[in-house]
């Protein structure tokens, strides 16, 4: 069942009030922003996360944005630079998401990062969705409310037909007023980069902080040599190898289910075979195999099977990155890759 709540009473803001509930349990609640319709959760907690990819059945982890009331909470969650600050002075509340580093005592969890060093943050320009984050007190991570590859939705009813009985609710602010997505600006390299164009002209954002790469220079510059090879994202140290039936003792394994025997360093993913369990816990599973399989001398990481249904094609997907094979240390340095590939 998807409650439909609606918050036109500024007296009695009971639908809000239901949302921020709903938002605080870990559950998904749709909100309209100026932009688009995004399904909102919880971007501290890895289970509400994890529902989001469950939801709109999306087949890969990809980093998500995380949504504040002002721009003092965002840069609560990362470092802000001076140009950061600047463009948020100018551009917030808007549709302008900047991608910064984490902040070390930040609490947006791996999952809504991707396992990135960096998150996107945003402070949207909807009165609702303000008073929403206020009331929530905690980042919000929204990907827009529609099955993966469905047209984003621009009001509750769009939120319905894609997502009906799959959240918990949509608060239905009327019509988003941009109606496109917002305009992604990576500040966590040397030079401001482009990631998606939107809602903020770049034309707009270089009078304020000067020259802008734009996203074709910036994906060249970046396209990864191999598949799963994303410099970017997080990679343990060790080699994974996936679909293991049997455990060595020299392995660290990451089960899922009921573990295989014999393995010294383990973490399971879910031991019940929950799927969005293993999700929430599958970046903190690698850095804990990664560092504790290194510690005692293990040669790999090796990953019980996991069904390729539903959340377990994402997990699935990340694993596969994780398992590619990588670059040789002097394909690592001719990489233009300004990211590092471990997180830590
Ligand atoms: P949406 O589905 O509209 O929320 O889009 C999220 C977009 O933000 C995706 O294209 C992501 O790749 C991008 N994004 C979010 N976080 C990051 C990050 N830390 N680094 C680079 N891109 C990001
Ligand atoms: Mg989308």
């Known amino acids: 069942m998807t409650d439909r709540l609606v918050a036109d009473d500024a007296e009695q803001p009971e639908g809000l009030i239901r949302a921020a509930e709903l938002l605080r349990d870990g559950r998904l609640v749709a909100f309209g922003t100026e932009t688009v319709y995004g399904l909102g959760a919880d971007a501290t907690n890895p289970l509400?996360?994890?529902?989001?990819?469950?939801?709109?059945?999306?087949?890969?982890?990809?980093?998500?944005?995380?949504?504040?009331?002002?721009?003092?909470?965002?840069?609560?969650?990362?470092?802000?630079?001076?140009?950061?600050?600047?463009?948020?002075?100018?551009?917030?509340?808007?549709?302008?998401?900047?991608?910064?580093?984490?902040?070390?005592?930040?609490?947006?969890?791996?999952?809504?990062?991707?396992?990135?060093?960096?998150?996107?943050?945003?402070?949207?320009?909807?009165?609702?969705?303000?008073?929403?984050?206020?009331?929530?007190?905690?980042?919000?991570?929204?990907?827009?409310?529609?099955?993966?590859?469905?047209?984003?939705?621009?009001?509750?009813?769009?939120?319905?037909?894609?997502?009906?009985?799959?959240?918990?609710?949509?608060?239905?602010?009327?019509?988003?007023?941009?109606?496109?997505?917002?305009?992604?600006?990576?500040l966590s390299g040397d030079t401001p980069r482009l990631l998606r164009p939107?809602?903020?002209?770049?034309?707009?954002?270089?009078?304020?902080?000067?020259?802008?790469?734009r996203h074709h220079d910036a994906r060249e510059a970046n396209a990864p040599i191999a598949p799963g090879m994303l410099t970017s994202h997080y990679a343990p140290g060790l080699p994974v190898a996936l679909d293991v039936r049997s455990v060595q003792p020299d392995e660290a394994l990451l089960a899922f289910g009921p573990p295989l025997t014999g393995a010294r360093v383990l973490w399971n993913l879910s031991e019940t075979g929950h799927l969005d369990e293993a999700a929430s816990r599958l970046f903190a599973g690698l850095r804990a195999l990664d560092r504790q399989g290194t510690q005692a001398g293990c040669s790999r990481i090796v990953v019980q099977p996991i069904p390729d249904t539903g959340l377990g094609l994402a997990i699935r997907d990340r694993l596969g990155r994780a398992a590619a094979p990588r670059p040789d240390a002097d394909a690592c340095q001719d990489a233009p890759s300004t990211q590092e590939h471990h997180v830590a």
Do not use: Y
Not at 198 to 213: A, F, N, Y
């Open 48 to 186: 509400a996360v994890a529902r989001i990819f469950e939801a709109k059945e999306r087949p890969r982890f990809n980093p998500l944005i995380s949504h504040f009331p002002d721009s003092e909470s965002a840069f609560k969650q990362v470092v802000a630079t001076p140009l950061a600050r600047k463009l948020a002075e100018k551009f917030w509340p808007g549709p302008l998401t900047l991608v910064l580093p984490r902040h070390p005592d930040g609490e947006i969890c791996d999952l809504a990062a991707a396992g990135l060093p960096t998150a996107a943050v945003r402070v949207p320009a909807q009165d609702t969705a303000l008073a929403l984050l206020r009331a929530l007190g905690r980042p919000v991570a929204a990907p827009s409310a529609n099955r993966s590859g469905a047209v984003s939705p621009s009001d509750a009813d769009h939120v319905m037909d894609g997502l009906a009985g799959r959240i918990d609710a949509v608060l239905d602010t009327g019509p988003c007023a941009v109606g496109v997505e917002s305009t992604i600006l990576d």
């Open 198 to 213: 939107g809602g903020v002209t770049v034309e707009d954002i270089e009078t304020v902080i000067g020259p802008v790469e």
